[in-house]
């Protein structure tokens, strides 16, 4: 286990939704995530970042010194660094330092068990390497290859040239795109009989996994720590309407998410594109829980899907008094409170799912030739059945089903 020091920088001027303290916490959880042992925590306040080494040079050489006291094998940086300023910073400290997006990658890195997510961590890792290589000597590619924040391509010797990496870079881009073809056929046998998909989304550490587990009854890995699940899981659902439906459970958003990382999961992250419905899940008991809630509506925004259908569910009521939970439910428009833990309100959150299928559901009378097998059986897969009857060589149905599969019937017939 490293032994880490953690450095968030408190600008003077202009104020930010959220403190230096506050994110001096959140860095504190990653690298808990990452397994790192957090040894000492500094905030450096400033007028502005220094170009050469992000801090001062007379703080930086007092790190040098609270390194070499405390046997400090890693300095975390709770901000984004160029290849320059680690490399000036790691002369004169003369210990490894990384910045808050290594950070998050090597969380990714440890993560990712599919193939496709090694895939976008790769990428992730090279999209951010690969402007540093044109910094003077960029960071110091030679010495990756172990430990927190150098996990992944390091191991394959990042020491080449632009056009290698571009080629790689290309060659990643490709296979995530076969990857995401997969993933449409997918897709496009859940639309032809209009299963219903909810995606489920919110900030890391929100509860996703919690919720799913308790709703579906299956076993997701889950674990206290950010970012503890990054492959999407999907499980199935039998609404008390009888029609089925499809949770999915994403990857956790973060407070300033890398571009790299929406970018490389943007694959990934399709589930919530074409999903038609998401399931917001707050953690209500955080204190940022409302800034949270910011962060994951950045992350919609830049994937243009801020008109989707929403239903908020405040979890962790748990840990709440009844007049908080009660606030909590002014703040939040139309939100449903719910413990996913204790599988409390969870009947009020399937009703509000409910309400929005009533919208989109009707029931048909349709006759159908018994001949017709194939789409009978789909009529029952998809809707539910309330009346049949059979007149000859005809069956009479009476059914509840999407708007959108029934238009595919009549055009079958």
């Known amino acids: 286990m490293e032994r880490a020091l953690l450095v968030t920088l408190k600008l003077k001027k202009g104020k930010e939704s959220w403190s230096p303290e506050e994110k001096a916490r959140e ?18 306040a ?11 040079k007379g703080k930086a050489e007092e790190i040098a010194s609270l390194c070499m006291e405390k046997n400090i094998s890693v300095v975390m940086f709770n901000n984004d660094l160029t290849g320059s300023q680690q490399k000036n910073l790691e002369e004169i400290i003369n210990v490894k330092t990384i910045d808050r997006t290594q950070l998050i990658l090597d969380i990714f890195a440890r993560r990712a068990k599919s193939n496709e997510g090694k895939i976008q961590v790769e990428l992730a890792q090279l999209l951010y390497l690969m402007p540093r290589l044109g910094e003077e000597e960029g960071i110091a590619l030679s010495r990756l290859g172990g430990g927190i924040g150098t996990r992944g391509p390091g191991e394959q010797k990042l020491e080449v040239d632009r056009r290698r990496i571009n080629d790689r870079i290309a060659k990643l881009k490709k296979d995530l795109k076969a990857l995401s073809l997969q993933r449409a056929t997918r897709r496009k046998q859940r639309t032809k009989f209009s299963i219903l998909t909810i995606a489920i989304i919110g900030y890391t550490n929100s509860g996703k996994s919690t919720f799913l587990n308790a709703l579906t009854e299956s076993n997701v890995y889950v674990q206290n720590k950010l970012f503890s699940t990054l492959d999407p899981t999907i499980r199935s659902f039998l609404l008390p309407n009888n029609q089925k439906a499809l949770f999915i459970d994403t990857v956790g958003f973060l407070n300033e998410l890398p571009h790299h990382l929406i970018e490389s999961f943007k694959g990934t992250l399709e589930e919530v594109v074409n999903a038609d ?15 949270m809630e910011d962060a994951v509506f950045t992350v919609l925004k830049e994937l243009n899907v801020t008109d989707k259908p929403m239903i908020t569910a405040l979890n962790k009521i748990d840990k709440l008094t009844e007049n908080e939970i009660k606030r909590f439910e002014r703040t939040f428009d139309n939100a449903v409170p719910i413990s996913a833990l204790k599988k409390e309100n969870f009947q009020a959150l399937i009703d509000r799912i409910i309400i929005y299928l009533n919208n989109t559901v009707k029931t ?25 009857e059979y007149q000859g060589d005809q069956v009479h149905i009476e059914a509840q089903l999407p708007v959108s599969f029934y238009e595919k019937i009549k055009k079958e017939l």
């Open 46 to 56: 400033r007028d502005r970042p220094s170009t050469r080494l992000f801090i001062g």
């Open 277 to 291: 419905v998401l399931l917001h899940l707050v953690d209500i008991s955080h204190p940022k829980a409302k800034e």
């Open 27 to 44: 860095l504190a959880e990653l690298a808990a995530s990452s397994t790192a042992e957090v040894v000492a925590e500094m905030i450096v």
């Open 364 to 388: 048909y009378q349709i006759i159908l030739p018994q001949s017709k097998a194939s789409l009978i059986s789909a009529i029952y897969k998809t809707g539910h059945v309330t009346k049949r």
